[in-house]
């Protein structure tokens, strides 16, 4: 019988964990209700206390706080902790991080660490190509950031290093602008100026039609328009572009070929010129032709340079010599047979000699003797392609001018930029004494 009792226990004892485990999956698929009060007499019972009456204390509020505050932060989160990509492309913060911070009015947030959202503009207003796709341009510095927002640019982004560097520009027209506070160490690695601005911005790429140029600020534009001809050099350029605002020009005509207007250098050496004047990029000859005013005449000059055989220069001298042998346009001794530079290929590596053709011949003068009437238009060509056929073709059919620069022997021809502050100074010299 002994025995017997102690098999009838192994068998129970095997048996023990099937049975825990059929009762555990019963308990799981029939989870138990509560019904805090009676569905048949709707009387509560007194034996259980209502949950709504139950006091809370204020550590238990500041913990339940706080952790509703990790879990709206942890949803705008990815899987490593970094914020989450919103459809614009920025990156999705919690509404209490950054903490915004305010000035006059205008909220503002101070960059966290390890923020790169001024890395990413300052390398997308660096591209030309990114400048075209996304419409945005990158200023620097109080001057120019104000200079754009009198003109009616539209500021998207500030980042400013202080307070009293913020208060400088008009801050009425930033109501619709992020403000951003960096460190002034974030400036310093990417500016492009020297010493580096304290102000970085990045508008909105102004059109011209929106943008609005004081003429009690800079004065009544005089009849003069500079067109620039393949000018590829950023320098040169903004030095051209600078010199026409200075000369009080209508505005600036630039063809296809011409290095972009809102490239960083171009917009550092312009100094402000691009919202002092109408400035139009990416034209084509019969584009130009259509934003000329009626009746205007075209002069042209390049900077093509030959050997001068005259040792000597003077004033007397220059009456009696021919207009090309002064070099700054040519020097050929046959006037009717001047060969210029090929325009078929704009390639950097294209070499004066690869291939010339006959142009259009003009008759050339000195740039003193006047050439400025109610009306004219002055073209600057590049220093490596000199003019384009349609240049000199405008010009012809205009009744113009190529206009040269006397120099001395020995002395290698001006580059675009002097050139130009030089026919345009002397234009604006002779439309003065027409106007008075």
Not at 116 to 130: E, F, G, M, P, Y
Not at 223 to 241: E, M, S, Y
Not at 272 to 278: E, I, K, V
Not at 392 to 409: E, F, K, S, Y
């Amino acid at each position: 019988m002994a025995t017997l009792m102690r098999f009838a226990g192994g068998v129970c004892t095997g048996l023990e964990p099937t049975w825990t485990v059929r009762i555990s999956r019963y308990v799981r698929r029939s989870p138990l209700t509560v019904r805090p009060e009676s569905e048949s007499s709707g009387v509560r019972d007194p034996r259980v206390k209502s949950l709504d009456s139950a006091p809370v204390s204020e550590t238990e509020r500041s913990v339940g706080q706080r952790r509703g505050d990790e879990a709206r932060a942890a949803s705008l989160l990815g899987a490593r902790g970094h914020p989450r990509k919103t459809e614009s492309g920025e990156a999705a913060l919690p509404s209490r991080f950054p903490r915004l911070n305010q000035i006059d009015g205008l909220r503002y947030e101070k960059a966290q660490p390890g923020d790169k959202r001024l890395s990413r503009l300052v390398n997308l207003a660096r591209s030309k190509k990114l400048r075209e796709q996304q419409g945005k341009i990158l200023l620097e510095g109080r001057r120019l950031i104000s200079e754009a927002l009198d003109a009616g640019a539209s500021p998207q982004t500030i980042f400013f290093t202080a307070m009293e560097r913020l208060q400088e520009l008009p801050l009425s027209k930033l109501t619709q602008a992020g403000l951003i506070r960096v460190k002034p160490e974030d400036i310093r690695i990417w500016s492009d100026v020297d010493p580096p601005q304290d102000l970085i911005a990045v508008f909105k790429r102004p059109e011209v039609s929106q943008m609005q140029f004081s003429e009690e600020k800079y004065g009544k534009a005089l009849p003069l328009t500079l067109i620039c001809d393949n000018v590829r050099d950023p320098g040169n350029l903004g030095t051209a572009l600078h010199c026409a605002a200075a000369a009080g020009c209508r505005s600036v005509l630039l063809t296809k070929g011409c290095v972009d207007i809102w490239e960083p250098k171009v917009l550092r050496v312009a100094m402000g010129a691009h919202f002092c004047l109408p400035i139009i990029p990416s034209l084509t000859w019969t584009d130009i032709q259509t934003h000329l005013p009626a009746n205007t005449t075209v002069h042209v000059a390049d900077n093509c340079r030959g050997t001068i055989k005259e040792p000597e220069f003077s004033a007397a001298s220059q009456q009696q010599k021919k207009a090309g042998d002064y070099g700054w346009v040519s020097s050929h001794h046959n006037p009717r047979k001047i060969h210029y530079e090929d325009d078929f290929n704009y390639d950097e590596d294209y070499k004066e000699d690869s291939c010339r053709s006959t142009r259009p011949v003009l008759d050339t003068q000195p740039y003193h003797i006047r050439w400025a009437g109610r009306h004219t238009a002055v073209v600057i060509g590049g220093e490596t392609h000199g003019l384009s056929h349609e240049a000199l073709h405008l010009a012809g059919q205009t009744g113009g001018h190529r206009l040269l620069i006397p120099m001395v022997q020995g002395v290698d021809s001006l580059n675009s930029a002097m050139a130009t502050s030089v026919l345009l100074f002397e234009g604006r010299r002779q439309l003065m004494h027409v106007t008075e």
